[in-house]
């Protein structure tokens, strides 16, 4: 591995929550104790209703904890306000979802701008760093189209460039292949790795083993509980993996 | 080997060495390394059974055999393709391990299901990375292993579910 880890980026203890539903509660996160390094990519893994797609509402503060805290950049982010989250959630904080990704009316350059302007970048740099980004992701070309103009993979390529704009410390991934053809899919996780390389934080949230085994470790989670995680290493010797699948017997 | 071969010479004739090279042409790395002796010995039991015809021609002052197909041969040839192939099997020897770990007192079925997932996650990562490269035939084989890892993973799921891990860990 070419990337030395350093302290969490993203750490929880104890994490719970708790949903009243129909008058009937319902423990979706049971006590989850997690911690993401700095450079490190992480995949979560679990069926529905496993409680994954529930702990990364809770770590990028789209909900709130019953009980535990989180650390975001080693301060306690657990108890802050709904106005202090939002502005992290902007400043530190990358988010790609599913579906909803862009502003439907901006273009493809307004949609990535737009996180910058939010936090007060200039009309400058948010442009220089809108145009490093969609080059960096192969979508440079369509800049001025509208969402509804690109195809699913360009879309989540569109919606990972804005999600980045403002380098946040760790990127957030919500199932962002679950709409794509495999092709497309295959080649957001391969920038996703790319970005990974290049330093990015990413925790991705995924039923989709083949999307999670491109992670440095998975994450396994069963009803609201992490049950098991393993680390994942790059073949040393890739070809001898392929070349073990035909067998020629005499 | 035998069909490959088989299906090889139903372009043209060609001698042992050539068939070696088309097959290593055609896989490129997905295909285990041929020697020579395996080569030799399925052309050998290939023409016993009929099924290929060797002729000795002079190649450089030497002499090579070159096989050509027979009609018993095409007709072999024909019936293969045309057979369905039986199914992928399943891991046997770990679902011997699943039901037998946790009746012998050895281990949980929950440690041998968390072990084959591990497992299974790098091997589809070590597949994966090679779906991309280049030669045809070598990543549709290693995305059918995908699929098949994946398959495994649902399946080692669908154990754990039935299993019941809370009782068994």
């Given at each position: 591995m070419s990337t030395v880890l350093s302290a969490s980026v993203l750490s929880t203890r104890g994490l719970a929550k708790t949903y009243a539903s129909d008058g009937v509660e319902v423990l979706a996160l049971r006590g989850v104790d997690l911690d993401v390094s700095a450079g490190e990519f992480v995949a979560v893994m679990g069926p529905s209703g496993s409680g994954k797609s529930t702990l990364l509402h809770l770590l990028g503060g789209l909900d709130r904890p019953t009980a535990g805290t989180i650390e975001l950049d080693g301060r306690p982010v657990e108890k802050l306000s709904e106005r202090d989250w939002a502005i992290l959630r902007r400043s530190r904080i990358g988010f790609v979802f599913q579906f909803f990704n862009l502003v439907d009316n901006l273009t493809v350059a307004e949609n990535v701008e737009l996180p910058a302007r939010l936090i007060g970048t200039s009309a400058r740099d948010a442009r220089t760093r809108r145009e490093a980004l969609l080059s960096r992701l192969g979508v440079s070309a369509r800049a001025n189209a509208l969402p509804s103009q690109l195809s699913g993979g360009q879309h989540q390529r569109v919606a990972l460039a804005r999600a980045l704009v403002n380098r946040p410390c760790v990127l957030l991934a919500d199932e962002p292949t679950g709409n794509l053809d495999s092709g497309s899919a295959a080649e957001v996780v391969s920038l996703m790795r790319q970005l990974r390389d290049e330093g990015q934080t990413v925790v991705l949230v995924t039923h989709d083993a083949r999307v999670a085994s491109a992670a440095d470790r998975v994450i396994s989670m069963r009803d609201g509980l992490v049950v098991d995680e393993t680390a994942l290493v790059d073949g040393e010797h890739p070809s001898a993996v392929v070349s073990q699948l035909l067998q020629l017997e005499a | 080997m035998?069909?490959?071969?088989?299906?090889?010479?139903?372009?043209?004739?060609?001698?042992?060495?050539?068939?070696?090279?088309?097959?290593?042409?055609?896989?490129?790395?997905?295909?285990?390394?041929?020697?020579?002796?395996?080569?030799?010995?399925?052309?050998?039991?290939?023409?016993?059974?009929?099924?290929?015809l060797g002729a000795d021609v002079p190649d450089d002052g030497r002499q090579k055999r070159?096989?050509?197909?027979?009609?018993?041969?095409?007709?072999?040839?024909?019936?293969?393709?045309?057979?369905?192939?039986?199914?992928?099997?399943?891991?046997?020897?770990?679902?011997?391990?699943?039901?037998?770990?946790?009746?012998g007192g050895i281990?949980?079925?929950?440690?041998?299901?968390?072990?084959?997932?591990?497992?299974?996650?790098?091997?589809?990562?070590?597949?994966?990375?090679?779906?991309?490269?280049?030669?045809?035939?070598?990543?549709?084989?290693?995305?059918?292993?995908?699929?098949?890892?994946?398959?495994?993973?649902?399946w080692l799921e669908l154990c754990e579910q039935r299993l019941n891990r809370k009782d068994t860990r």
């Open positions: - | 035998r069909y490959a071969f088989l299906a090889l010479l139903a372009v043209a004739p060609a001698h042992g060495y050539e068939l070696k090279q088309a097959l290593e042409q055609r896989f490129g790395t997905a295909l285990a390394p041929l020697n020579a002796g395996q080569v030799y010995t399925t052309l050998a039991r290939l023409e016993r059974d009929g099924l290929v070159i096989y050509e197909l027979t009609p018993a041969g095409r007709a072999a040839l024909e019936t293969w393709v045309a057979t369905p192939s039986p199914g992928t099997k399943l891991r046997d020897e770990f679902f011997l391990k699943l039901v037998f770990a946790a009746a281990d949980s079925s929950g440690a041998v299901i968390d072990r084959q997932r591990r497992a299974t996650l790098q091997a589809l990562r070590d597949v994966t990375s090679v779906t991309a490269n280049g030669n045809d035939a070598a990543s549709l084989l290693a995305d059918g292993t995908a699929l098949h890892l994946e398959a495994d993973l649902k």
